[in-house]
């Protein structure tokens, strides 16, 4: 094995085997240390050659020449400041005392974790650890080959397979001792075999006299006390029989470097559980609009039949469900999808300037009107107008409305003159109109102009396995947006952000996550960080007292769902006509603060029942 003979002043002489295809020696950051020493000399590998360079503007002399760049042979001397190095290709005559060798190897032990340290940070990827600790180790004791096994439901497998030269090995299983292997696992403990073919106890294995073993090493990998694998390291020739001091090593190298894999491995179910997570958010998404309920695939089925079209559409649902995403999907799926999308609150804005607002006025039309100016109408021709929250539009602006929206034209406020548009109108409310038009507060014929097709989304409450995933959602955004370290929910906060029943819905969920990021002193965000207290859950009903809840919700959206046709409601649920109008008796009769008799609704009668 070629080597390096260095003589420092003062110092015993040291052996360095030339393991690596690149060594090399001065005073900082060099894998030989050379005190008061200026620059580097790099011993470099190229096939069975070997070359000196001086780096760092090192004055390297060759047998006493200053040189650069020189070939190496045997017997050649080089001189870096009071540094003597000798090449040599033959074995090396003078070994270092034991204490010496232990003592470099601990050096070299703390270095190559520290290496490993800094290699997993930059490449966390599990492969490229197990090869990093695997060359490590097999440098640190002076191996010609090493191994590491996975345990695996009990049986071990060869991971990763590495030689001195830093390569993979080819048909691993078939170079090393299963025998050996074997007791290490049994035992979970480390074992040396200093000498096997005089070892009483192997020399006999069919595997050791097989692959002419002459020294190994084998020692447990554990991750928490669980078996998880070996580390398996061998020398096929005797210049180099392993020693306890080596098994020393290699046992605290294995329990330092199960620590770095266990990261490592902990990374790697990172990745997949995020790669999970990206597909399952690709496969729950809908454009920019979150949801897997079958309410909501219900919404995105027809959006997909509708966006084509011109139709109006009217988006019904409680405040924070996501009304003006939905409008926002309709248009960018739509072929006005290049023209304007404009959004306007009708019940944000004061009566006297709506009308200004939506139609536009001309100069002098009214106090302050000092320019003529076009109003939304005008701004989402060749587009899509956004009328949210139109079942706060004041009575005199809802004829103006629908005058627009039967004939195309609109007239600014102050002028006579029509202007034609060509627009599409979508609408939203938390109201119900049906109740708004019997107390004529909203015209029926605008009702039925912005109602040619409903999309009514449920509450956030109803929605299931959506609300952690949105949860998990908003808790990405805001960590990125507010540079936190928060790195997730703990089981009992999404169990908790499921129970609840967020009156203000999305809008509030969001809301309760950025603000529980910013204050969180946990990693993990709990239920007291997202003021969400046992309390203030939903109480666990007797079975009887949730059923009948149930029920009442499901004949509730059976109705809807009907226009409040109740003939048709009775024969959807396969019920007498009779038990949908003692359900409706029954409702009306809470809303007026009476309560019936708990029997009122008595059971479900079928159809054809007396």
Known sequence: MPHLLVQLPGKPLQTIALLKPLLTLGAREADVLLPETRGLIAIERNGGRYTASA??????????????????????????????????????IHTPAPRMVAQEGAALLVQRLADLAAQLAREPALDKALANILDAII?????????????????????????????????AVERLSDSIVAKVLQTKSPLIVSDAGSDA?????????NLKLTSVLCAPL????ELIGAVYVANDTVRNLFTEGDLTLVSAFCTNAALLLELALERDELRAQNQQLSTRLDEQTYGDILGACEAMKDIFRKIDKVAGTDISVLVTGETGTGKELIAHEVHRRSTRKAGPFVAINCGAIPENLLESELFGHVRGAFTGAV????????????GTLFLDEIGDMPAALQVKLLRALQERVVVKVGDTRPESIDIRVIAATNKDLDVEMRANRFREDLYYRINVVALALPPLRERGEDAPLLARWFLGRAVRELSSKVKGFSPQALA?????????????????IKKAVVLAEKALIGPDDLDL??????????LADAQ???RTRYINDVLDRNGGNRTKTAKDLGVDPRTIFRHLERMEAEARGETLPADSMGRLETEGEP
């Open 548 to 550: 009948e809840e149930w």
């Open 201 to 209: 106890e192997f020399n006999a294995s069919a595997s050791v006299v």
């Open 55 to 92: 780096l760092d503007g090192a004055t390297m002399l060759l047998n006493g020449k200053k040189r650069d760049h020189h070939p190496l042979v045997e017997g050649d001397e080089l001189a870096l400041g009071n540094a003597r190095i000798t090449f040599r290709t033959a074995e090396p």
């Open 496 to 512: 908790a952000i499921k129970a609840y029943r967020w009156p203000g819905n999305i809008r509030q969920l969001e809301n309760r």
């Open 222 to 225: 554990l991750r928490r006390g």
């Open 371 to 382: 320019a003529t100016r076009g109003g939304r109408f005008q701004a989402a021709n060749g």
């Open 139 to 171: 440098e640190v004791v002076r191996a010609d080959k090493g191994f590491i096994l996975v345990v695996e439901e009990g049986v071990p497998r060869v991971q990763t397979a590495r030689n001195v030269q830093q390569q993979d090995i080819a048909n």
């Open 533 to 542: 207290k046992p309390e203030q859950l939903d109480p666990i009903l007797p």
